[in-house]
């Protein structure tokens, strides 16, 4: 199942436009240079997958050789804390490794990627964090989270309900939430972490050089299966989309089970990616929209073709490993844990 719907496109200023720029992109990719393990993470051109599906260009933004987290959210998790701090103690983000341990404790909700950024970067700091998880997130990542020093658990909640049991804790402890969703009120920080991913998009652009792509496809929701059952937009994100995108897509967990396949089993020529579901998605779909007889209409909508340049941003590797190898060796969907 694929459905594609345009987006009705407002126009109008924003009141985050700001908080997007080219400098600011430059600033953030500067701070993350500055910690321990920065590399920026590889750009794989699928020249042979473009090739067969009928595309001038694929690549794919590897994001599972980001600070040994194996996923992305480590870049917007350590720009947050960083700013956090340096805002309450009127200093500078690159001031802040200097702090008192255990000054601060960060709380926030989480499937498993997001969650594991903050812990990962509250213990660099040598700060306190505490992490809950929807229902049905999987024990591994929860694990992966403990393993950085954080206190977390799974709770039997979905996640828009976790992330308001994150904020209750967080208001009678005293603790900092460190959201990556944001509402009315409570966008300050949700801007910072949105400010951090800036590093990727500023890194693959710097890669492409000269190529501009004329489709990107970027994951929408929070975090993989289990958390892409959120039902509540993110307001900063949610204006962003709303000026540049052009389409919103909803599809089955099959197509991010085939973009785990494609991506882990390349043609020749092309270098293998380690993606799980959150961050195969985009390639799925692109794969699925290419190669489908039926999709013809939906190609034709979206204007892919033999001139087409695509990008996408595998965001994940295989953070759960266990779904991984069901998914991609025994071909499951990823359903059922």
Same mark, same amino acid.
């Given at each position: 199942m694929i459905n594609i719907v345009p987006i009705q496109k407002d126009v109008r200023s924003s009141d985050f436009d700001a908080l997007f720029t080219v400098a600011k992109a430059k600033a953030v990719k500067e701070f993350h240079e500055s910690l321990p393990g920065y590399e920026a993470t590889p750009l794989r051109e699928l020249s042979a997958l473009a090739k067969h599906v009928g595309l001038k260009n694929l690549f794919v933004k590897d994001e @599972?050789?980001? $600070?040994?987290?194996?996923? $992305? %959210?480590?870049?917007?998790? @350590?720009?947050?804390?960083?700013?956090?701090i340096a805002t309450k103690l009127n200093i500078t983000p690159a001031e802040v490794k200097n702090v008192?341990?255990?000054? $601060?404790?960060?709380?926030?909700?989480?499937?498993?990627?997001?969650?594991?950024?903050?812990?990962?970067?509250?213990?660099?700091?040598?700060?306190?964090?505490?992490?809950?998880?929807?229902?049905? @997130?999987?024990?591994?990542?929860?694990?992966?989270?403990?393993?950085?020093?954080?206190?977390?658990?799974?709770?039997?909640?979905?996640?828009?309900?976790?992330?308001? $049991?994150? %904020? @209750?804790?967080?208001d009678a402890n005293g603790w900092i939430l460190v959201q990556d969703t944001a509402w009315p009120g409570y966008e300050e920080i949700p801007g910072w972490i949105m400010q951090g991913y800036m590093t990727m998009a500023l890194e693959a652009v710097q890669s492409l050089g000269d190529i501009v792509p004329t489709h990107i496809f970027l994951q929408a929701g929070v975090g993989a299966m289990a958390g892409l059952c959120c039902g509540e937009v993110c307001t900063v994100g949610w204006e962003q989309i709303r000026q540049f995108g052009d389409y919103s897509v909803s599809c089955d967990d099959k197509v991010a089970a085939d973009g785990m396949r494609v991506l882990g089993n390349p043609l020749y020529g092309d270098e293998q990616i380690i993606s799980g579901e959150s961050g195969a998605v985009t390639t799925g779909l692109v794969y699925r929209l290419m190669v489908d007889a039926d999709k013809a209409p939906m190609r034709s909508e979206l204007g892919l073709n033999e001139e087409s340049v695509v990008l996408c941003i595998s965001t994940e590797g295989d953070t759960d490993t266990v779904n991984y190898r069901r998914i991609v060796w025994d071909g499951a969907c990823g359903l059922i844990k």
């Open positions: @599972s050789y980001r $600070f040994e987290l194996n996923a $992305f %959210k480590g870049l917007g998790g @350590s720009y947050a804390l960083a700013e956090v008192e341990p255990n000054s $601060f404790t960060f709380v926030t909700a989480t499937d498993g990627n997001h969650g594991r950024g903050i812990a990962w970067a509250a213990k660099n700091l040598k700060q306190q964090a505490v992490v809950y998880m929807p229902k049905g @997130s999987a024990v591994e990542r929860l694990e992966n989270i403990r393993k950085l020093g954080a206190t977390a658990e799974i709770t039997e909640l979905n996640y828009d309900d976790t992330v308001r $049991f994150a %904020k @209750s804790q967080g």
